[in-house]
């Protein structure tokens, strides 16, 4: 079983805000396979497909984003997903608007949603998928920032992003390595 969770907080008021980009993706990749968000388990809503015989859990935290980790380490532990079968997709503000990037390891880079995750997890060595948000303008604060919606000028380049990281989230969960999830889509230019 394979358990995909898209980071961002609930509620319609921050539905198209930068912070919410991973539930974006795992919409996408939810209408993708024509399923439903329809069950509510430890403070998440919950979608499920099958790709051959293997089971695909598609989670959105209800938790609000800093604290993550509290929804999902639940989780993991009821259906006995490992690390190596989690993929976290989440805002980057270090990626330019369009860009995509997958890693296996590595520290929160300030991002509180993946340090809750890690302060319940245990570890930084799980599977991320990070979308480009870009940096704050000048005199904006990171908060303002990451609450706010993408201009309409960068509206191609969102969804855009967003489909590429459906992709690449669908290739793993089809029983691709992680590796190979990376090297096919960590490709220069996104």
């Known amino acids: 079983m394979k358990l995909i ?17 991973g539930f974006m993706t795992v919409d996408e990749i939810c209408a993708q396979q ?3 968000f329809n069950k509510e388990q430890n403070e998440a809503v919950i979608a499920e497909f099958f790709i051959g015989t293997e089971k695909t859990l598609l989670v959105k ?7 993550s980790g509290r929804s999902i380490r639940p989780l993991m532990d009821y259906y006995h997903i490992d ?25 929160a880079g300030g991002h509180n949603g993946i340090k809750s995750l890690i302060a319940h997890l245990g570890t930084q060595e799980f599977n991320r998928l990070r979308i480009g948000i870009d940096r704050p303008r ?6 303002t920032h990451v609450l706010s919606t993408f201009p309409r ?3 191609e380049l969102v969804l855009g992003s967003i489909k590429k990281a ?25």
């Open 153 to 155: 000028s960068e509206h």
């Open 34 to 36: 024509g399923c439903a």
């Open 5 to 21: 969770v898209g980071l961002g907080n609930p509620g319609t008021k921050y539905q198209a805000t930068k912070h919410n980009i």
């Open 83 to 107: 690390l190596e079968d989690l993929l976290v997709i989440y805002d980057d503000m270090d990626l330019e608007v369009g860009a995509i990037r997958l890693r296996a390891k590595g520290s």
């Open 166 to 190: 459906a992709d690449a989230a669908l290739f793993w969960a089809q029983g691709n390595t992680f590796e190979n999830t990376m090297n096919q889509y960590n490709r220069k230019g996104g």
């Open 138 to 143: 000048v005199n904006q604060t990171v908060v």
């Open 61 to 67: 935290p209800q938790t609000f984003m800093n604290d």
